[in-house]
């Protein structure tokens, strides 16, 4: 028989159906619960070590989803050496506009990522003591660390001469503070912005300044320590 002839099983025979046959639906099945429970893991140390200003619940969910997603992305190129290069040209393009200012953020986005390489690999038991020691050192320090929240203090006052009696008062009821910005907006109104550091998160000190004679306005922000003139 011509060994070119093409017969009916042959028209079925593809690369595709090939890696359709190869795949285990058990290990896949078994890494991707896995790195859901990694994700939910990762997802409660978060929650609990969280100490910024705003908990973003969304951002917390996404490390879930990557962490599944990344050991996803590993299984699907694991067997195949040109896909794996397809899909690192892929991902190259791929550009995220959110920017990162907690460094803590950073690392739980790390941590997501390397459980899913890991659990995608089929290093699963490494995945898993990786996971719980990380996440012991995480809660360790996180409550061993006090944090001392920062805040912006802005203070709109018509009198020049205030800015010293201000100063002196922000003096006695803070721990310290720092000059961030003064400007004139108009009709002659002063306005300050001072980084300070209260005691024991106390909030008075705007009421005694918006009672000084000549002060318009005191506003009191938390923010995360960048300052942008």
């Known amino acids: 028989?011509?060994?070119?002839?093409t017969n009916f099983s042959?028209?079925?025979?593809?690369s595709f159906l090939e890696n359709t046959s190869s795949f285990s639906i058990v290990d896949s099945l078994l890494g991707l619960g896995l790195s859901f429970l990694i994700g939910l893991f990762i997802y409660m140390i978060y929650k609990k070590t969280f100490k910024g200003v705003i908990y973003?619940?969304?951002f917390n969910i996404s490390l879930v989803i990557m962490?599944?997603?990344?050991a996803l992305v590993i299984m699907g190129i694991s067997q195949n050496v040109l896909l794996s290069?397809?899909?690192?040209?892929a991902l190259s393009i791929v550009r995220f506009r959110t920017p990162i200012k907690d460094p803590m953020d950073l690392v739980f986005l790390f941590w997501s990522v390397i459980a899913g390489i890991l659990c995608g690999a089929g290093f699963l038991l490494l995945a898993i003591v990786g996971t719980i020691v990380i996440g012991i050192v995480i809660v360790l320090f996180g409550n061993k660390i006090k944090v001392e929240n920062p805040y912006l203090l802005v203070v709109k006052y018509n009198n020049d001469r205030l800015g010293n009696q201000i100063e002196s008062l922000i003096n006695?009821?803070?721990?310290?503070?720092?000059?961030k910005s003064k400007s004139i907006i108009q009709?002659?109104?002063i306005e300050v912005t001072y980084e300070i550091r209260v005691k024991e998160n106390d909030s008075a000190i705007t009421s005694e300044i918006s009672t000084m004679d000549g002060v318009n306005s005191a506003v009191m922000l938390s923010y995360d320590g960048?300052?942008?003139a």
């Open 56 to 58: 973003s619940h969304s």
């Open 226 to 228: 960048n300052f942008t």
């Open 85 to 89: 290069l397809g899909m690192v040209g």
């Open 172 to 179: 006695e009821k803070t721990k310290r503070f720092s000059l």
């Open 1 to 5: 028989m011509d060994s070119n002839t």
């Open 10 to 14: 042959d028209i079925f025979k593809s």
């Open 67 to 70: 962490t599944m997603a990344t």
């Open 187 to 189: 009709h002659d109104e």
